[in-house]
């Protein structure tokens, strides 16, 4: 009896030590994810137009194929596939550039994803973040958003 007693004991003492210790983890994974939502910021269209004209970006459209033959592209875009990002950010040099005809960004690199309305982008951008990119940012508007600013420009300078 008096076994049974001591080891409930400790086997509650145990119990609340891991739960003590998962609730440990919990706070620390929100703080990560709170943390990586901090230093990654969307960018806004006017933003994406100054970085492309700059060339300091690689603006990487996660769309599928067939999307961005049907709709178009934002220019100087590449197309990764969002199902294709992890691997191919995780790709030799050589075989980067042989399958998408570009340089493979480094992890210091300024990456911007997009896709057509921010939902994709935004996964894309949270991969390759866990991947050690830490400059990555995703445009939200997307091709959506992108299309509309486009027309709305071009009826100006008109």
């Known amino acids: 009896m008096l ?7 400790s086997r509650r003492a145990a119990l609340r030590s891991v739960e003590a210790a998962l609730g440990g983890l919990k706070s620390i994974w929100g703080s990560s994810q709170h943390f990586y939502s901090a230093l990654s910021k969307d960018v806004t269209y006017r933003e994406l ?13 996660v769309r599928d194929t067939w999307e961005i033959l049907e709709h178009g592209k934002i220019p100087g875009s ?7 990002v992890g691997e191919a950010l995780q790709m030799n040099p050589r075989d980067f550039k042989e399958k998408y005809n570009e340089v493979k960004p480094s992890k210091s690199d300024s990456l911007v994803f997009s ?11 949270d991969t390759a973040l866990s991947l050690g990119f830490n400059s990555a940012q995703h ?17 100006q300078e008109n």
């Open 78 to 84: 590449i197309n990764i596939p969002l199902d294709e």
């Open 115 to 125: 896709c057509f309305a921010g939902v994709r982008s935004k996964q894309a951008m």
């Open 3 to 9: 076994a049974r007693r001591v080891l409930g004991t």
């Open 49 to 61: 137009k100054n970085l492309l004209n700059s060339k300091n970006i690689m603006l990487i459209d």
């Open 139 to 155: 445009y939200a508007g997307g091709w959506k958003e992108w299309v509309t600013y486009e027309m709305s420009e071009n009826k």
